[in-house]
């Protein structure tokens, strides 16, 4: 399993931005995929998740704002960001797990500018 994170950027507080999650050796419909992020001075955040590509999950923070879907055809799962604050400053990284392995992407990094 393989997991390519992609998307990250600058934005100006107020902006948005589209990561996404590329999977091989596995298919992101049939598994709970997530995005985590890690800023520094931070513990690692749990920021939204989702399971079979239909049940979702949000943490707090981000609610309202950040929306995760996925593509059966592209394998990817996506994390649509609006309304972006500097607090949102971080590596974010896409993650998943199978038979008791856990699989990381190699981290995307997302600055927004105050």
Same mark, same amino acid.
């Given at each position: 399993?393989?997991?390519?994170?992609?998307?990250?950027?600058?934005?100006? &507080?107020?902006?948005? #931005?589209?990561?996404?999650?590329?999977?091989?050796?596995? =298919?992101?419909? %049939?598994? !709970? $995929? &997530?995005?985590?992020? #890690?800023?520094?001075?931070?513990?690692?955040?749990?920021? =939204?998740?989702? %399971?079979? !590509? $239909?049940?979702?999950?949000?943490?707090?923070?981000?609610?309202?704002?950040?929306?995760?879907?996925?593509?059966?055809?592209?394998?990817?799962?996506?994390?649509?960001?609006?309304?972006?604050?500097?607090?949102?400053?971080?590596?974010?990284?896409?993650?998943?797990?199978?038979?008791?392995?856990?699989?990381?992407?190699?981290?995307?990094?997302?600055?927004?500018?105050?």
């Amino acid at each position: 399993v393989q997991l390519q994170a992609s998307g990250g950027g600058l934005v100006q &507080a107020g902006g948005s #931005l589209r990561l996404a999650c590329t999977a091989s050796g596995m =298919a992101v419909g %049939d598994h !709970l $995929v &997530a995005w985590y992020r #890690l800023a520094p001075g931070r513990q690692r955040e749990l920021v =939204a998740e989702i %399971d079979g !590509l $239909v049940k979702t999950d949000y943490a707090d923070s981000v609610k309202g704002r950040f929306t995760i879907s996925g593509d059966n055809a592209a394998n990817t799962v996506y994390l649509s960001m609006n309304g972006l604050k500097h607090e949102d400053t971080a590596v974010y990284y896409c993650y998943t797990s199978r038979h008791n392995f856990d699989y990381w992407g190699q981290g995307t990094q997302v600055t927004v500018s105050s």
